[in-house]
């Protein structure tokens, strides 16, 4: 590999990292939002203050993509009763969106919020918040379950990709 090379992969890992970085604060926000009643103004200041690039209880340090993550839960939040009536379909009737975890709540809504807008790739998408489920599921189904209903949501929302 050559010098050129290995700088276009550090570049592209970077973005990488950046934007998953702004993807797992996001579904962190709308998570918030929703548990405090609090407004997307109020939690995404929070976030930009408190939390992107702060240090964790691990000693570590996780950047964003500031940019990524404020159009991410902005249209979250435009969207919504849109992402929420894709992934009600998505879902078994028994089991609309209001009665899901609400982890996973927040997670369909931002990958949601990403799929309403046609910047990202829709397998992307649905490959990037399948990571973040099964980072806040390590053990459990929630990831096969996530994959399956984005697929849905994704091909609702977004025809025209597949």
């Known amino acids: 590999m050559s010098a050129t090379d290995d700088k276009a992969k550090a570049k592209k890992d970077n973005r990488r990292a950046l934007s998953s970085g702004a993807r797992l604060y996001a579904v962190q926000a709308l998570f918030q939002m929703e548990a405090m009643g609090q407004s997307a103004d109020r939690v995404t200041r929070e976030f930009q203050t408190w939390r992107i690039g702060a240090e964790d209880?691990?000693?570590?340090?996780?950047?964003?993509?500031?940019?990524?993550?404020?159009?991410?839960?902005?249209?979250?939040?435009?969207?919504?009763?849109?992402?929420?009536q894709a992934t009600d379909r998505g879902l078994v009737a028994k089991w609309p969106i209001a009665r899901i975890d609400p982890v996973l709540r927040a997670l369909f809504r931002a990958a949601g919020a990403e799929l309403v807008m046609p910047k990202t790739p829709p397998k992307v998408v649905i490959t990037e918040y399948v990571r973040l489920a099964e980072a806040f599921f390590p053990e459990g189904k929630e990831p096969k379950f996530v994959n399956a209903v984005l697929d849905h949501v994704a091909r609702e929302l977004r025809p025209d990709a597949f």
Not at 60 to 72: C, G, K, M, P, W
């Open 57 to 84: 209880e691990e000693g570590q340090y996780v950047e964003a993509d500031d940019a990524l993550f404020n159009r991410i839960v902005g249209d979250a939040v435009t969207w919504q009763s849109k992402i929420d």
